[in-house]
C-alpha cells in the first residue's frame, strides 16, 4: 500500500503539535503529502443560522494553519490547510474519503467517561467513520 497523503485534522490545542511531529515523520518516511485539517464545529443552532458569525474563527484558523504548515518541522514537505464548517464528527471522514487520504493522524484529549478518557468524544467517532486507517495520538492531561 502506496502513503500518498496523510490528513491531519487539529484543533490547536496542546496535541497539534504532536500531532505535526508524527505527520511530519511520516510523511517524510513514505514520501507523502500532509493535509492539514481544521473545523469550524457548526452544529450549534446560532452558527448554522448565522455563517457570517464563523468569518473571524475561520479567518484565524486559516492563519494558525498557514503558520503550522510553515513550520520547521514540516520543512520540505508538501503540506496544504484546509478549514470547513460543519460536524467535526462527520466532516473529518468525509475528507478523508473525498481527499483520498492513505492514514488519517488524529489527537485524542480524553474529557469524560471510560472511551471518552481513553480516546475524547470526536476522535471516537471519527475513529469509527475513518475511511482509512487512523493513527490516534493521545496527549498528556494537566489535571
Same mark, same amino acid.
Given at each position: 500500500?502506496?502513503?500518498?497523503?496523510?490528513?491531519?485534522p487539529v484543533?490547536?490545542s496542546?496535541?497539534t503539535q504532536?500531532?505535526v511531529?508524527?505527520?511530519?515523520?511520516l $510523511?517524510?518516511a #513514505? !514520501?507523502a503529502?500532509?493535509? /492539514? +485539517?481544521?473545523?469550524?464545529d457548526?452544529r450549534?443552532p446560532?452558527? =448554522?443560522?448565522?455563517r457570517?458569525?464563523?468569518?473571524?474563527?475561520?479567518?484565524?484558523?486559516e492563519?494558525?494553519?498557514r503558520?503550522?504548515?510553515?513550520?520547521?518541522?514540516?520543512?520540505?514537505?508538501?503540506?496544504?490547510?484546509?478549514?470547513?464548517?460543519?460536524?467535526?464528527?462527520?466532516i473529518?471522514? $468525509?475528507i478523508? #474519503? !473525498?481527499?483520498g487520504?492513505? /492514514? +488519517?493522524l488524529i489527537?485524542?484529549?480524553?474529557?469524560?467517561g471510560l =472511551?471518552?478518557f481513553?480516546?475524547?468524544?470526536?476522535?471516537?467517532a471519527?475513529?469509527?467513520?475513518?475511511?482509512?486507517?487512523t493513527?490516534?495520538?493521545?496527549?498528556a492531561?494537566?489535571?
Amino acid at each position: 500500500m502506496l502513503l500518498s497523503l496523510v490528513l491531519v485534522p487539529v484543533d490547536f490545542s496542546a496535541i497539534t503539535q504532536p500531532l505535526v511531529q508524527y505527520a511530519a515523520v511520516l $510523511a517524510r518516511a #513514505a !514520501g507523502a503529502r500532509i493535509e /492539514l +485539517l481544521h473545523v469550524l464545529d457548526g452544529r450549534t443552532p446560532a452558527e =448554522t443560522a448565522d455563517r457570517w458569525q464563523a468569518t473571524p474563527r475561520a479567518e484565524f484558523a486559516e492563519t494558525q494553519l498557514r503558520e503550522l504548515a510553515a513550520s520547521p518541522a514540516l520543512a520540505a514537505l508538501n503540506v496544504g490547510t484546509l478549514v470547513c464548517l460543519g460536524d467535526p464528527e462527520q466532516i473529518i471522514p $468525509a475528507i478523508a #474519503a !473525498g481527499h483520498g487520504a492513505g /492514514l +488519517l493522524l488524529i489527537g485524542a484529549h480524553g474529557v469524560s467517561g471510560l =472511551t471518552r478518557f481513553l480516546m475524547g468524544g470526536t476522535a471516537e467517532a471519527v475513529l469509527r467513520a475513518a475511511p482509512c486507517p487512523t493513527l490516534l495520538v493521545t496527549g498528556a492531561r494537566s489535571d
